[in-house]
């Protein structure tokens, strides 16, 4: 490799500074390491056949000439996907800021106050225009919302009917998305025109709101399904288009109970279908059955309000098998963009847009009235169905020629959807399409009557104070100062993999032929995402060893949904559908146990040994007592202890001699890629997360992409679409998402990773993230004990401390440890996961040997200072570690502690030069839990 090779750059230590981590490991070459850790049975020295590694040059030339192969026409077909103008200012300061994007999930909201704030916007955002309590801080898109919601709704409806109603008028792929999700579990689902009633009984029922045709309908429809619904004892959800929203009366104000849809026309580029927010909000009472991450207000140590998520315990971390969602990393970064739209324009400014969308579309009614086209609907906002017997198809394609997609509806109809961008040339050019050559003059009064929104919205000062083009600049770049992410140190997170994304990973993401792509754009207009999406899944193929991948899930969580339904599948086509049990040990993510329930398996919990290890006696026991009803294994590899288990390929023979099959949770590839292939040393299925070990940036909990790879038999049973034929295999389980490659417009920054790395720069990454973990675990084992390892005492890609024997006799957390790593300078290791009164470190490759060494600096200082409280230096209440983080406040104010300002703020080795400051004081969580606050607290809060 020569110097300026991209994988020279993308791992931080340099070979020198290798050599002396590895002598510190006690290993000669990083070889010898390697092979003295990973387990010979699964180890694989074959090298990858990949493509030789790219520089970046020549990587962003091929990225060039794959977009160049793809059309962003105007984009009019509408189906909940529309164009939209990203304000520069949001979009440079944003969406391409390393301080956002580079983010974690706000687990530690002392470091996180900047991303908080902008998720509650989002969350004030979707409460006050849906007219509801309480917004989630997003889900992975429009139509998994819904399939959220078809779950909360059957959770808390009083009616025992297993049925749902989904309105005709939803949108086809949310009605395949709900349709895959309820087989599962035994949910009914019936589609039908409403206008035709509700059936006797059902849990709940589902209006799209507007109409998947464009349809609006009076105010006495949308109510008198809320009362029917009430009746049944039956919950009442609509899927609603935000924009709309702020001209026509809120779903809250109709009865509903629940509103579901996506966010995507506030600013999010329409991607080839993602990433965009989802949203999901309740009205009272049913917040605390609400999936997905919420973020409320509560105080610090000093009684100051602060944010942080609330209602930790409903997570699938927690409730495990007893989880009633799957949903992990949702869509922050889209969250944070598409708040931040609304804080831009403002209540005035989101009318105006809706107001000049719905005029053009009134007018275009007008005009192909006037023509003597039919149009279907009287009553629309922005959408106009006209009906064009037998000539859909001809107007559809004369429209492509003049540089505009349509909507096709059957033989009879075509859809034009107006957004954003649309201008009076759009529909110059939509009216030829249909032969009329006309000039549209906006019009109005296309709204049903009664249906005019008389609430107001978006009341809060935060939607009113950022107009000016500076003011908005500097509110986005105040709040990325509170936040500690990439661009500031390490964030040593085990099992998420936090390294960092190479700017030109990130840059095509916002090149308008990745960005303008509607996801259900004829297949001709995106030959570039085509040969994209086929090489990123041939070369994840080939690196895992599975047979097919897709790369339709947009999360981890997904993925393993998806696996799981494939499994599901493949045992009903061989007439076996009584295979339905699950087997998880007791050491995995929170998520597989979620997934698993949401697949309609039954969880069985296999215990694990004192070491961390499956306990295969009992492995063996639970598959011979499942003999006939053995659906699977769902285990983690390496294990969520951070080790090469041994007996992995042994846990797969039992298990396949059982009639299982093997899933092998696959999210932390960064131990295996390059060393062995899952798909080869016993796994059927495995998910990988492409936002963890394939450098998509962590956006602060999302977006993700989480693939499935799936061995040759269990191909013909993964994901498919609807509206795209070459999405996955006929034979397929259905959607998992709502685009047919789910979140394609961060799709080029993988393939640009695997194209820059290559084969050998994959491997050594692999290797010197092992090395990392292991000169962590060889230079913090002294301190804090290791608490699981295998093989020659090594660990895999990240290392657990037990602080529990420091806890049992100090009484210092793992809390108060983490805080005080903020004083550091450092985002805490994961906390309490897989075991409680642990810390999980996992450095990655990425980061530099100096800052590695500095974290182990500042954690065997913190060490040193756990025992000055052992010794009596401190007590406990009053020391540097149960106080922290120390805020500049706090310094400023009277000082009785006993130790100095200095030890404070500024311990060994961070300067005044490179100091982070936290904003806030240690979070009281249960203070917020206990009063609730999910929206924007009135400035007046902040007074005291
Ligand atoms: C991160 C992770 C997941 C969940 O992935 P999401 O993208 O957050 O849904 C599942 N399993 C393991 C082992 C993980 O580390």
């Known amino acids: 490799m ?265 600013g999010l580029p329409l991607g080839y279908g993602g990433p965009h927010a989802g949203y999901l909000s309740v009205r009272a009472g049913l917040e605390r059955s609400l999936p997905g991450r919420l973020v409320g207000v509560s105080v610090d140590a000093d009684g100051a309000p602060a944010y942080r998520l609330a209602l930790q315990t409903r997570e699938q971390h927690i409730r495990r098998e007893k989880a009633t969602s799957n949903i992990c990393t949702a869509q922050v970064l889209p969250a944070v963009l598409a708040g931040m739209y609304a804080v831009y324009h403002g209540p005035d400014g989101l009318k105006r847009i809706a107001s000049r969308v719905h005029g053009l579309a009134a007018g275009l009614a007008t005009a192909l009235r006037d023509g003597g086209v039919e149009v279907v609907h009287d009553g629309f906002f922005d959408t106009v169905l006209a009906r064009v017997p037998g000539r859909a198809a001809r107007v559809v394609a004369d429209a492509r020629r003049f540089g505009v997609n349509l909507g096709l509806v059957g033989d009879d109809h075509v859809r034009v959807a107006c957004d954003e961008v649309t201008t009076p040339d759009t529909l110059r050019r939509v009216l030829l399409a249909f032969e009329l050559e006309a000039h549209v003059t906006p019009g109005s009064g296309a709204l049903p009557t009664g249906l005019a929104r008389q609430s107001g919205y978006l009341t809060h000062p935060v939607f009113h104070q950022h107009r000016s083009e500076t003011a908005m ?20 997170l085990g099992s998420c993999t936090m390294k960092l994304n190479a700017t030109t990973e990130m840059e095509p993401i916002s090149w308008p032929e990745f960005a303008g792509l509607h996801p259900f754009a004829p297949a001709g207009d995106a030959e570039g995402y085509r040969e994209l999406t086929a090489q990123l899944s041939g070369w994840l193929a080939e690196v895992t060893g599975y047979h097919t991948v897709s790369l339709q899930p947009n999360a981890g969580s997904q993925g393993e949904l998806a696996g799981l339904l494939a499994i599901r599948a493949y045992h009903r086509a061989n007439g076996q559908p009584e295979r339905e049990i699950c087997l998880i040990p007791s050491s995995a993510h929170g998520t597989n146990a979620a997934s698993a329930v949401l697949a309609g398996m039954r969880v069985v919990v ?110 013909p049973y993964l ?125 990655t490759e990425s980061e530099d040997a100096g800052e590695i060494d500095r974290f182990c600096d500042a954690m065997i200082a913190i060490r040193r200072e756990i025992d000055q409280v052992a010794d009596g230096t401190w007590t406990l209440e009053r020391s540097p570690l149960r106080n922290a983080p120390h805020t500049a406040e706090l310094l400023a104010g009277e000082w009785d502690l006993p130790y100095d300002r200095k030890l404070a703020v500024y311990p060994a080795g961070v300067s005044a030069k490179g100091k982070y400051w936290p904003p806030v004081r240690r979070i009281d969580g249960a203070h917020g839990d206990r009063n609730l606050v999910c929206s924007c607290p009135p400035l007046t809060s902040y007074e005291n």
Not at 609 to 633: M, N, P, W, Y
Request: hydrophobic fraction near 45%; proline fraction near 6%.
């Open 473 to 492: 600049l500097r509110y986005l770049r105040r709040l990325s100062d509170l936040d500690y992410a990439l661009d500031r140190g390490m964030i040593p």
């Open 606 to 715: 296999v215990a694990c040994t004192e070491d961390g290890d499956v306990d295969l006696a009992d492995l063996r026991a639970k598959v011979a007592q499942h003999a006939d009803t053995l659906a699977a294994i769902m285990v983690t590899y390496p294990s969520t202890h951070g080790v090469y288990e041994q007996g992995i390929d042994e846990i797969a023979r039992i298990v396949h001699g059982g009639g299982g099959q093997v899933y092998l949770d696959g999210a932390n590839l960064n131990a295996l890629l390059g060393l062995a292939k899952p798909g080869e040393f016993g796994g059927d299925v495995s998910h990988l997360n492409l936002h963890k070990t394939f450098c998509i940036p962590h956006g602060g909990g999302g977006p993700g992409v989480g693939p499935v790879a799936v061995r040759e038999h269990l191909a």
């Open 2 to 266: 020569t110097s300026t090779s991209f994988a020279d750059r993308h791992i931080g230590p340099a070979e020198s500074e290798q050599a002396k981590m590895l002598a510190e490991c006690g290993y000669g070459s990083l070889d010898a390491l390697v092979e003295a850790a990973v387990p010979a049975a699964i180890r694989d020295t074959r090298e990858l056949d990949l493509p030789p590694a790219a520089s970046e040059e020549e990587a962003t030339a091929e990225l060039r000439k794959l977009a160049a192969r793809n059309r962003p026409m105007t984009q009019m077909i509408g189906l909940g996907y529309y164009d939209t103008l990203t304000p520069p200012v949001i979009r440079r300061n944003v969406l391409e800021s390393p301080a956002w994007y580079t983010a974690y999930t706000p687990y530690q909201p002392e470091i996180s106050q900047g991303r908080l704030e902008a998720l509650l916007n989002f969350q004030t955002m979707v409460a006050d225009l849906t007219g509801l309590a309480t917004a989630n801080a997003s889900l992975l898109d429009e139509s998994t919302a819904v399939a959220e919601a078809v779950l909360l709704m059957r959770r808390a409806s009083k009616s025992r009917s297993a049925k749902v109603v989904l309105d005709a008028e939803c949108l086809p792929q949310t009605i395949a998305v709900v349709r895959t999700r309820a087989e599962a579990v035994g949910i009914e689902v019936e589609v039908r025109d409403l206008l035709t009633g509700l059936p006797d009984e059902f849990f709940g029922v589902v209006v799209q709101y507007p109409g998947a045709s464009g349809v609006l309908r009076g105010p006495g429809f949308y109510t008198a399904i809320g009362e029917t619904a009430r009746a049944a004892g039956a919950l009442y959800c609509a899927a609603a288009d935000l924009l709309a929203l702020t001209m026509i009366t809120a779903p809250g104000e109709f009865g509903a109970d629940l509103a579901a849809g996506s966010t995507q026309r506030f």
């Open 719 to 843: 994901p498919n679409h609807p509206l795209h034929a070459g999405a996955g295999p006929e034979t397929g389980v259905g959607p998992i998402a709502a685009a047919p490659f789910g979140s394609a417009s961060i799709l080029p920054i993988s393939w640009a990773y695997v194209r820059m790395m290559g084969a050998a720069g994959l491997t050594s990454a692999t290797k010197v993230a092992v090395l990392a973990a292991n000169y962590v675990a060889a230079r913090l084992g002294p301190h804090y004990p290791v608490l699981y390892t295998g093989e020659g005492g090594l660990v895999a890609h990240e290392c657990i401390l037990d602080l529990r024997p420091l806890t049992k006799q100090t009484g210092v957390t793992v809390e108060d440890v983490a805080k005080r790593l903020v004083d550091y300078g450092f985002h805490a290791p994961t906390m309490s996961f897989p075991v409680a009164g642990t810390l999980m470190v996992e450095p």
